[in-house]
């Protein structure tokens, strides 16, 4: 029974060690071809390249890898243009202005529609603003043209327990908003300005890229949501459709062929994605084979 344990461990011993060079020797051969594979999937499609499509989902917030790519796109001959198709209820203020300069950036060089899906609203709405052509689903939730700034006052749940905070600031409205004591007169004053000049930077953008009269554009930007049928009425997007609409019209008025394939914009670069995929399925033969992990469970096998 010694001998046959002894050589059970040092199968195993084997085993481990020539599944480390076999995920080596796959990581080696993978490292000679990622170079080439990058320059394949980026290169266009026997010469007439492909339509990048942009997914904006949940909140909006300020991606510098997210810019950067879309900043890309302006440089990279096989895109012919880009779908933003949105998803998002909105987020910040810098998010959606950020969003918004890259795609007009970008309008600079190639064409952008929009496609907005169940919803796109407030900072998703101004993203969509950048685009050429904006459309919408009959239903879609969109609007919200305002800016929100949210706090609590807390001060008397702190007195009805004991807790009272202590605060030390360079000025008076340092900590405005602040959850510990009520908004002064002076806070609230100071951030209704900032609120207000976001919302005429968010009523300036939609004036510009709806080429609409202010007058119109404040009567809207009530921080009222509108349905798709609605905002089309009321100027605030171009058609009703999805993306076969959008691809219909980048044929008609961009000469895109419609055939164009369609590549998912990725902020992550080509190596970058091999290398994870790789990696991660030598981790997982490495964890089946050294502690027998199969998957998410933890496989217990009897000694001997």
């Known amino acids: 029974m010694g001998l046959e344990s002894d050589l059970l461990i040092d199968r195993r011993r084997l085993k481990r060690r020539l599944s480390l060079w076999r995920a080596a020797a796959v990581l080696l051969a993978a490292a000679g071809i990622i170079l080439l594979a990058g320059r394949a999937v980026d290169a266009p499609l026997l010469g007439r390249g492909h339509v990048a499509r942009l997914a904006v989902q949940g909140f909006i917030g300020d991606d510098r890898k997210l ?68 459309l919408a689903r009959e239903s879609t939730v969109t609007g919200s043209i305002g800016v929100l700034l949210q706090s609590f006052d807390a001060s008397d749940l702190l007195g009805r327990i004991g807790v009272r905070a202590e605060t030390i600031a360079s000025g008076p409205l340092k900590d405005q908003p602040s959850p510990f004591r009520p908004l002064s007169p002076e806070g609230r004053e100071a951030l209704n300005r900032v609120i207000a000049d976001m919302h005429d930077q968010f009523v300036a953008k939609v004036v510009t890229a709806r080429h609409m009269e202010e007058a119109v554009v404040r009567s809207l930007a009530d921080g009222r949501i509108f349905s798709g049928r609605q905002a089309l009425a009321a100027g605030l997007v171009d058609a009703i459709g999805g993306e076969p609409e959008a691809r219909a019209w980048l044929a008609a008025e961009r000469q895109v062929p419609e055939d164009l394939p369609v590549q998912d914009l990725e902020t992550r670069g080509v190596s970058e994605r091999l290398l994870g995929s790789l990696f991660g399925g030598m981790v997982k033969t490495v964890l089946s084979e ?14 001997g």
């Open 290 to 303: 050294w502690l027998g992990v199969d998957g998410f469970r933890m496989v217990w096998q009897p000694p």
């Open 67 to 134: 810019i950067e790519a879309i900043d890309k796109l302006g440089k990279d001959h096989a895109t012919r243009a880009l779908i933003v198709a949105i998803d998002s209820p909105g987020g910040s203020v810098g998010g959606g202005e950020a969003l918004y300069a890259a795609l007009e950036r970008l309008r600079q060089s190639k064409p952008v529609v929009a496609v907005m899906r169940g919803t796109a609203a407030s900072a998703g709405y101004m993203t969509a603003l950048g685009a050429d052509r904006i």
